[in-house]
């Protein structure tokens, strides 16, 4: 299965300290790139709502070496979408993304880590693209159909979902394009536990999605996921197989807390089936939906169990 496959520039542009942007022909993606080229591939998606610097605790846990990539969402940063036609939050359209970023840098297999739409993400390029993901650590939200949900555990889940549902009505899309950074706090301060997130790395979030494109890719991404908005049509083929649920080949390792206010632990529980090389689960006691920032010891564990780092002195990030 093959994920989409774009026309793209002759090469990144160079955007300062280990940044870049990568022009393809739908959209312009903003990118952390960093450490030798030579070194053991390990992609970071962010999730909702977040930045890059999300996965900064992690890295420093992790041995010099690696070739540490890191994409801004759509919406986040820099990244925008420059084609109408491409203009979704559809996960579809997330995935051809990364997909792209990993063709243009010439990338594969990577170990393939992310958190919540990064998560998402993440699962569906190994899902459609399994050559590109020699392994997968996903955080937070689960890959798998809600059918695989019963009883309670789909009450459970509605409630935790409210806003999704909020933003398929007219009143909750018109509340959240007037003010997305209420949503934003919202999360930060509901989804884990108090004191679990310090008030600047929330500014600086809110700095980041202070963009033109991130009220439009949210909205899309929950009413699309709720049926409520339609795909993109240069998304489609993709999006009809990712709707499909296929299995993902890579071995995975999923981490979940336990005390998130956004996602419950029943999917990651009951869809062991959909991962053919097998999926572990790590619950973490304690922790809340932002894993990455408030358990980086066991995030960077997972990793290391994957990752193969070159044997050499540390050198600073080379910008590439």
Not at 169 to 196: C, H, K, M, N
Not at 197 to 206: M, N, R, T
């Amino acid at each position: 299965m093959s994920g989409p496959r774009h026309s793209r520039s002759d090469g990144p542009e160079q955007e300062g300290a280990g940044a870049r942007i990568l022009s393809t022909r739908f959209t312009d993606i903003q990118y952390l790139d960093e450490g030798p080229a030579d070194g053991t591939p390990l992609v970071l998606v962010h999730g909702f709502p977040d930045v890059p610097a999300t996965w900064d605790d992690v890295l420093e846990l992790l041995p010099p070496g690696l070739r540490v990539v890191r994409p801004f969402l759509r919406g986040v940063g820099r990244t925008r979408v420059v084609d109408l036609e491409a203009r979704s939050g559809q996960v579809a359209a997330l995935a051809g993304d990364l997909l792209d970023l990993l063709e243009a840098l010439d990338l594969g297999p990577v170990v393939l880590v992310g958190h919540d739409w990064g998560a998402r993400t993440a699962h569906a390029v190994a899902a459609l693209a399994p050559e590109r993901v020699g392994a997968l650590i996903t955080l937070a939200t689960a890959y798998g159909p809600s059918s695989e949900l019963s009883g309670g555990e789909v009450l459970d889940e509605a409630a935790a979902a409210w806003y999704r549902y909020w933003l398929c009505t007219a009143a909750g899309v018109e509340a959240f394009r007037s003010d997305p950074a209420q949503l934003v706090r919202w999360a930060w301060r509901e989804w884990s536990p108090p004191g679990s997130l310090p008030p600047e790395a929330l500014e600086e979030v809110l700095a980041a999605t202070a963009t033109d494109g991130f009220a439009d890719t949210v909205v899309d991404y929950y009413r699309h996921g709720a049926r409520e908005a339609p795909g993109r049509a240069v998304y489609r083929a993709a999006q009809e197989a990712l709707d499909a649920w296929p299995r993902i080949d890579a071995p995975t390792t999923f981490l979940l807390g336990t005390a998130d206010g956004c996602e419950t632990p029943a999917l990651a529980r009951a869809n062991g089936r959909y991962f053919s090389a097998g999926r572990e689960l790590i619950e973490l006691d304690g922790v809340g939906h932002f894993v990455q920032r408030e358990a980086p010891g066991a995030v960077a564990a997972a990793i290391l169990r994957h990752v193969r780092p070159v044997d050499r002195a540390p050198a600073p990030p080379v910008t590439r």
